[in-house]
Nanobody, 124 residues
Framework: QLQASGGGLVESGGSLTLSCVVSGINLSIYPMGWFRQAPGKEREFAATITWKGSGTYYADSVKGRFTITRDNAKGTIYLQMNSLKPEDTAVYYC???????????????????WGKGTQVTVSS
């Protein structure tokens, strides 16, 4: 199971940190990702991280503002979100990627497990 938390209401320019606690699977062997879905829009990729945490990749829309990290010992991944904008408003989902998927495949949603989302709302 993947359980995301940390969402909420924040003013434009503010920060939030999302957490995703992973149980029931060996987190340390999976690449992980954060995706988001805004009202009326399709789900989109936000960030991914390799299973060791040595490599990260970000959507252009969040690059320089969001940081994905992981703590395999704690079974948790994080998404630090700074300089939030109203267009960041969405439900954010964490996911465990298919182990042998390529980076582009992961960014297109090649995930084995999805968590329930957490709502992030950024007011202008």
């Amino acid at each position: 199971q993947l359980q995301a938390s940390g969402g909420g209401l924040v003013e434009s320019g503010g920060s939030l940190t999302l957490s995703c606690v992973v149980s029931g699977i060996n987190l340390s062997i999976y690449p992980m990702g954060w995706f988001r879905q805004a009202p009326g829009k399709e789900r989109e990729f936000a960030a991914t991280i390799t299973w060791k945490g040595s490599g990260t990749y970000y959507a252009d829309s969040v690059k320089g503002r969001f940081t994905i990290t992981r703590d395999n010992a704690k079974g948790t991944i994080y998404l630090q979100m700074n300089s939030l904008k109203p267009e960041d408003t969405a439900v954010y989902y964490c996911a465990a990627g298919k182990r042998y998927a390529t980076g582009p495949q992961l960014r297109r949603g090649a995930m084995d497990y999805w968590g329930k989302g957490t709502q992030v709302t950024v007011s202008s």
